[in-house]
């Protein structure tokens, strides 16, 4: 990858009108050994407190504009932040979480983001959604809690890579009169990237226009439209007539649409709860277990009732304590080590290459072998001893620990590992913030699995030492 020229946020302690505050200068951007050519000479001049929107065709590198590194921005600064298309919020955190990301990972005081939040999530209009998640969200308001998360590290500079293109069209438009509004209140120099000319027309002080790959400037447009802009009266000057009809009629339908598709989300399910069919679905399996169960011989079949009257027989001979509790032992080793081992070098294997690829042949030789032909050698190193159990039982569990930590940190979403990097986020942060919780349900479904095995791999080592 390679790039030449300049780019640079031009230092300053407060935007002031009509100041640079981004100067592009002839960059020149090229991908990959064969040298793609993204960009091309391409320059920029944005005033501050400018929204300059930047319109193309698809692969012209507008993207790569706003994401490039110059010879003096050579990586995320806290004073520029970007709201994606993808949204980006971490699922696992509530709307005011997501909001005070960037304050966090930018290690502001406990007070300044306590203070922050709730007048930024005011702001964009989700008083009452603190405390819901991102699926509960419309796609309109999961993009107003990004602009809200951008807006709350108070940036300079704002940059937006078509944040509204995987909207509807309804939801579309009430978001840009949502960004105007916020514009209006808080002004900030804004990048707006986009392939709609409506939009660019609606948001933007100029409009550039950039040439097919690779990318450069061919025209800068005044849009001589006073603010506030009538959308109406925009489409008449400057789109079809009958695009800008339409624009009324689904701006009356907006606001009420999105909340009532958030509000779909915020209900519960009808009927039983997941935890009620579950009880019933194992009490329908245990009547049956019973009912066939006394209907074939005791000795070839057993049922519950047998089982339990078993039980309560061979603890008041208090003989189960004692087997049990060794067992109980083996098993607990056997997991622990596996989860101390198997968790690291997991992760380890899905964030180094170099690590996945010199390991990745032990693991697939050893997970393809039958473990009970593995058995023998156990026997002959480690003899009939606890140790030689606890071995097994280890045998049994690493491998689902080993492959879903693996699969969890290796499917980490790169589009949120983009929106922490974007907001100068340590590596350790990264780790601690983004990658482990995203990796959780992974590692949780693999020590399920493991302890299932590793009760198989303890009963085995009962037969065999």
């Known amino acids: 990858m390679r790039s030449g020229g300049r780019i ?23 991908f990959g050994r064969a040298g793609t050519a993204a960009l091309s000479s391409c320059s920029l001049d944005v005033p501050g407190n400018e929204i300059l929107c930047v319109i193309g065709p698809s692969g012209c590198g507008k993207t790569t504009l706003l994401l490039i590194n110059g010879t003096e921005v050579t990586a995320p600064r806290p004073d520029v932040a970007m709201v994606f298309q993808h949204f980006g919020l971490l699922p696992w955190k509530t709307v005011q979480d997501n909001v005070a990301y960037g304050l966090r990972v930018q290690g502001r005081p406990e007070r300044e983001i306590a203070d922050a939040v709730p007048r930024y999530v005011d702001l964009i209009g989700l008083r009452g959604f603190e405390g819901s998640y991102p699926y509960q969200l419309s796609g309109g308001m999961q993009q107003r809690v990004g602009l809200a998360r951008a807006l709350a ?16 069209a309804q939801t579309r438009e009430l978001m840009q009169e949502e960004l105007l509004r916020v514009w209006r209140r808080q002004p900030k120099t804004m990048i707006f990237v986009t392939h709609s000319i409506d939009e660019a027309v609606i948001l933007g ?22 603010r506030p802009r009538d959308p109406e009266r925009v489409a008449r000057a ?30 519960g399910v009808a009927g039983l709860s997941p935890t009620a069919i579950r009880v019933l679905s194992v009490m329908v399996g245990v009547l049956a277990w019973e009912a066939y169960g006394r209907a074939v011989h005791s000795v070839l079949f057993t049922y519950p009732s047998a089982v339990v009257r078993a039980a309560y027989e061979l603890i008041a001979a208090g003989e189960l304590q004692f087997y049990l509790k060794s ?11 596996a989860i101390v081992l198997g968790i690291p070098l997991g ?26 032909a593995v058995i023998p050698v156990i026997v002959v190193w480690l003899g009939f001893q606890t140790k030689a159990k606890v071995v097994l039982v280890f045998l049994f569990c690493i491998f689902p620990i080993l492959i879903n930590t693996y ?37 949780l479904a693999g020590i399920r699995l493991a302890i299932g095995r590793g009760l198989i791999g303890m009963v085995v080592a009962e037969f065999y030492t």
């Open 407 to 443: 699969q969890g940190v290796k499917n980490t979403d790169a589009r949120l590992v983009q929106v922490a990097r974007s907001f100068c986020s340590k590596e350790w942060r990264l780790w601690r913030d983004l990658i482990l919780p995203s990796s959780a349900p992974f590692i």
């Open 238 to 267: 400057y789109l079809a007539p009958a695009e800008g009809r339409s624009r009324g009629r689904r701006r009356t339908m907006s606001v009420a649409a999105e909340r009532g598709r958030a509000a779909g989300r915020r209900e």
């Open 8 to 30: 640079g946020a031009v230092p300053h302690p407060g935007p002031t009108v009509g100041a640079s505050m981004v100067v592009i200068d002839q960059i020149t951007k090229n």
């Open 205 to 226: 002080d100029r409009v550039a226009l950039m040439t097919r790959r690779p990318g450069r400037v061919k025209e800068i447009i005044e849009v001589g439209i006073s």
């Open 347 to 372: 992760v380890l294997m899905g964030r180094r290459a170099v690590i996945e690829h010199a390991v990745d042949p032990y693991v697939n030789a050893l997970y393809a072998t039958p473990l009970v």
């Open 153 to 168: 590290v108070n940036p300079m500079v704002l940059l937006m890579d078509e944040p509204f293109g995987s909207l509807d």
């Open 327 to 337: 067992s109980v032992v083996v098993l607990s080793l056997g997991l622990v080590l």
